[in-house]
């Protein structure tokens, strides 16, 4: 049986009873929620510099619409007998090497959970804000960002509950400290329509803090080895300084992570993403999982001596990053906060143009 078909075969088992009781207490209790990671040396390679910017400024401002269903899916059970990291990276990098790498403009399009806190003192709680962003770029390294607010629901089970304690509102005003004009910052239902806009200037992609052309993106190596050597040179001379020796195997780890989703490399730098990913320390299978849409595949845990959980959701029959997360851990967790989880709808080569991005 090759890697696939062992994959297939745990893909297609029937959850154990002991995983449906495990299901049932998580939303029982509450799920626990994601934490921010640090910004220094564990900050995630970011998607197109301008593609960050925009979703990041739509949490501080703008509106929110409750979507129709603000129940969170549950996650899927994990498996008991999940198939090795390995295996499952080393079966992702086949069909990644073998994907079509044809089309004008290599295009993202993501779904992201942005966490906003809200509530009364007494009863603070979670909405996660919910924004569609895509980007287009084409050969000659012109980029387009599009961006559309989608709605706004609970972040777990446990904030769904405050929130229908607090009469489930559709609006938070969330103060005037630093607002312009002190006109306030609110959160309401109120939609907003999407837009598509051409970036200026020359156009970068941040490869381990490291800001690259389009050019120099499609020339990093295509064996494991050799791309493991270019993104650790990257991390001596990214733009926020060196990593510390001690951060370092997790920044890499971060580092592969980002060329599977985000970065437009060729097909065989994907492969060689996954197969350095195999070769790296901290690097687990959670068994089968789904991401919140409920398309099914693996789910991987990243985890270095120092740092956060990074949470991944591949399919390996595709080589596709379905979704990932970051969740904080030691001293770090005690700290009240989330980090945004993204779900990929779309990532590759295509000759559709920009357009403003539709509701998912």
């Given amino acids: 049986m090759d890697e696939l078909q062992m994959i297939a075969t745990m893909l297609d088992e029937p959850p154990t009873p002991e995983t449906e009781a495990a299901v049932r207490h998580r939303l029982l209790n509450g799920m626990r929620a994601p934490q921010r990671p640090a910004r220094r040396a564990w900050r995630r390679p970011a998607l197109w510099s301008g593609f960050g910017l925009a979703a990041t400024a739509t949490v501080v401002a703008g509106a929110v619409t409750l979507s129709s269903g603000t129940t969170p899916r549950a996650p899927d059970p994990v498996d008991a007998r999940p198939v090795s990291a390995r295996t499952v990276l080393l079966a992702a990098a086949k069909q990644a090497d073998a994907a079509p790498a044809a089309g004008e403009y290599w295009h993202v399009r993501a779904l992201q959970a942005f966490p906003t806190q809200v509530g009364p003192k007494s009863n603070r709680y979670w ?37 229908r304690r607090d009469g489930s509102p559709t609006r938070w005003d969330l103060g005037t400290a630093d607002t312009p004009g002190g006109g ?25 803090d490291k800001e690259m052309s389009f050019e120099q993106a499609q020339a990093l190596p295509a064996q494991s080895d050799a791309l493991k050597n270019a993104l650790r040179n990257a991390m001596l001379d990214n733009d926020d300084g060196p990593v510390p020796g001690s951060a370092r195997n997790g920044f890499l780890q971060q580092c592969l992570a980002g060329l599977l989703a985000e970065v437009p490399t060729r097909p065989k730098v994907r492969g060689a993403a996954y197969r350095a990913l195999a070769s790296l320390p901290g690097v687990t299978s959670a068994g089968r999982a789904a991401d919140e849409g409920g398309r ?28 990932e997360s970051v969740e904080q851990t030691g001293a770090a967790a005690k700290v009240k906060s989330k980090f945004q989880r993204t779900r990929y709808l779309a990532v590759g080569w295509t000759d559709s143009g920009p357009k403003a991005p539709a509701l998912p």
Wanted: glycine fraction near 10%; hydrophobic fraction near 40%; proline fraction near 7%.
């Fill in 184 to 208: 306030g910052l609110v959160l309401s239902t109120s939609p907003r329509p999407g837009d598509v806009v051409k970036m200026k200037g020359p156009h970068t992609v941040s490869v381990c």
């Fill in 296 to 323: 099914k595949g693996v789910g991987l845990v990243l985890q270095s001596t120092r740092g956060p959980l990074y949470r991944l959701v591949i399919d390996p029959k595709t080589s596709l990053v379905l979704s």
């Fill in 127 to 163: 909405m996660d804000k919910l924004v569609v962003n895509e980007t287009w770029t084409n050969a000659a390294g012109v980029a387009w960002s599009g961006h559309r607010e989608v709605g706004a629901r609970p972040h777990s089970v446990a904030d769904e509950l405050a929130w």
